[in-house]
């Protein structure tokens, strides 16, 4: 996807324009930019993609915080009389890291719609946090295995864990992802399946993160067989509001705008035109409380 500016095309997550905007680092978001020398982009986000492009700016062009994950940024392209804003994946409310999109007024939205049902209005995180204590502290003598996604998801259930006093093992993709996150200022208690330090700490019962796809029944018990514990495995992630997955436990946790987030991205912004480049907008749209974009 690209939009023109001031008689150039800027790409939006894409390699399609004369210059081009890299949101985030989650894998959907590279594709095509990676043989690209320079980019719009934070030098985060540069860095958990491990591309070898240079960070770049461009004068009708300003980055601003997305929330999400490390280093996503919000695109405000100015130009020809229009200001048009690119989400990428955002998210309105603070993360456990405090990451939290900026609520931008424009004319043009160009804007995810992953969770644009009304079904999907997340918890308080707060809600979330005590779940997984819960669970934690009822457990003592299991091993507890955390499915998410390795980046941004995963460091975000580190930090929890961490919360409540517990370093989990994780794979050394995640452990990349994490030394990232540190070296910004975000420390992160884990250590690494495989080391000495992993060994030992998976000598007694531990908590593990472990991705999506190992987030099952058969594969926790692959992992008791193996440890001659107990183990029991939950999913992280916003699909389990409604979604069901084949583990003992399941934790409704986002760092995308929920239904309610995404209505009131849109009012607050005012502006008359919106496009979607990820979900299904209509819901959001006729919730919308705003004259401008109803009626046009
Ligand atoms: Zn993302």
């Not at 995180?125 to 819960?134: L, T």
């Amino acid at each position: 996807m690209h939009v023109p500016c001031n008689g150039i095309n800027i790409g939006l997550d894409s390699s399609h324009g004369e210059i081009n905007f890299l949101s985030h680092a989650h894998s959907d978001h590279t594709n095509g930019l990676r043989r690209l020398e320079q980019i719009i982009s934070t030098n985060e986000t540069i860095e958990l993609a491990a591309l070898k492009a240079k960070s770049t700016t461009h004068p009708s062009t300003k980055m601003i915080d997305a929330g999400h994950i490390l280093g996503a940024r919000q695109l405000v392209i100015e130009g020809d009389g229009v200001k048009t804003i690119y989400t990428g994946d955002f998210c309105t409310k603070p993360t456990i890291f405090g990451f939290k999109a900026d609520l931008p007024q424009c004319d043009h939205l160009i804007m995810e719609a992953t969770y644009g049902d009304p079904a999907y209005v997340m918890p308080p995180i707060e809600e979330v946090h005590d779940q997984i204590g819960k669970w934690l502290s009822s457990n003592p003598s299991s091993n507890l295995l955390f499915g998410c996604y390795e980046l941004g998801k995963a460091q975000e259930v580190i930090k929890i864990l961490n919360e409540f006093g517990v370093a989990p093992a994780v794979t050394e993709k995640t452990d990349r992802f994490c030394s990232v996150y540190e070296k910004y200022g975000l420390p992160l208690e884990r250590v690494v399946v495989g080391s000495d330090e992993g060994e030992e700490v998976m000598s007694r019962p531990f908590a593990a993160i472990v991705p999506m796809s190992k987030a099952k029944r058969y594969f926790a018990a692959r992992m008791a067989e193996a440890f001659q514990r107990k183990t029991l495995c939950a999913v992280v992630t916003g699909w389990a509001l409604h979604y069901r997955f084949n583990t003992d436990n399941a934790f409704a946790l986002s760092d995308h705008a929920d239904f309610n987030d995404l209505v009131y991205f849109i009012e607050q912004s005012g502006a008359k035109k919106i496009d979607f480049f990820c979900g299904d907008g209509s819901k959001v749209l006729k919730a919308v409380k705003n004259e401008a974009i109803l009626n046009s």
